[in-house]
């Protein structure tokens, strides 16, 4: 027998969905104006970002509507908690996308520095977690969400690299400082997007599992 409350986690699903698009299009514009010079597309980065701000709170409202009216228990109480968390973390990488556009921004008045392809290769690894995600959170796919945990370790080692070599880079050229030191926050926004993106992948994880496998826990440890 249909329920209620199946229609409304399928639109909040929906909304989810969307916001994450957004995220996506958003980290996009910003390493694309970076890569190819173009200021201009910068600007669209604060305007899908103020998007992503209005679906947050559409889902936060919704989410509340949901657990007021309906009552949800077990499953459907975890899937929305789960989508409160996600629904945080899209936000917080609409932010951290616009980070990377005020930072590239002034990367853009400066001499270019060594660097800059890695840059993409660890936005494009990005971009990529946040999209499978996704997918992982509207399949229920908990493999998916595990192989998302393992990325993040290339991300944070990309985002090491990145930074070793433009530190040895600011030592013998000292010219190069600022344009340096843009890269090396723009790899920090890039590391905080791919967290963001893992933390999605451990509320999926919680979610249709019912395990916890925040903070090193593993697959198996159940929740009570």
Do not use: W
């Not at 970002?49 to 949901?66: F, M, P, R, S, T």
């Not at 077990?74 to 996308?97: C, H, W």
């Not at 995600?133 to 993040?152: E, P, Q, Y």
């Not at 249709?208 to 496998?213: M, N, P």
């Amino acid at each position: 027998m249909d329920r209620i409350i199946d229609g409304q986690l399928e639109e909040l699903k929906r909304l989810i969905l969307v916001m994450g698009g957004s995220v996506e299009k958003a980290l996009g514009e910003a390493i694309s104006a970076l890569m190819n010079r173009d200021p201009a597309k910068f600007n669209t980065v604060h305007t899908i970002e103020k998007k992503i701000n209005e679906d947050h709170l559409k889902v936060d409202q919704a989410c509340i509507h949901l657990l007021a009216r309906q009552g949800p228990v077990a499953g459907d109480l975890r899937l929305i908690l789960s989508i409160v968390k996600i629904n945080t973390d899209l936000e917080r990488m609409g932010d951290q996308s616009v980070n990377i556009a005020y930072t590239g921004k002034d990367y853009l008045t400066r001499t270019p520095v060594p660097q800059l392809e890695q840059i993409q290769k660890m936005a494009e690894l990005v971009r990529q977690m946040v999209k499978e995600s996704l997918d992982s959170f509207v399949r229920g796919d908990l493999a998916l969400a595990k192989k998302i945990l393992m990325t993040d370790d290339e991300v944070d080692d990309l985002k090491n690299q990145i930074f070793h070599k433009l530190i040895d880079h600011i030592k013998a050229n000292p010219q190069d400082t600022e344009a340096s030191l843009d890269l090396i926050l723009i790899a920090r926004n890039l590391e905080r997007l791919g967290d963001h993106a893992t933390n999605i992948a451990e509320d999926v994880i919680f979610a249709f599992s019912g395990q916890d496998v925040r903070h090193g826990g593993k697959f198996g440890q159940q929740l009570g």
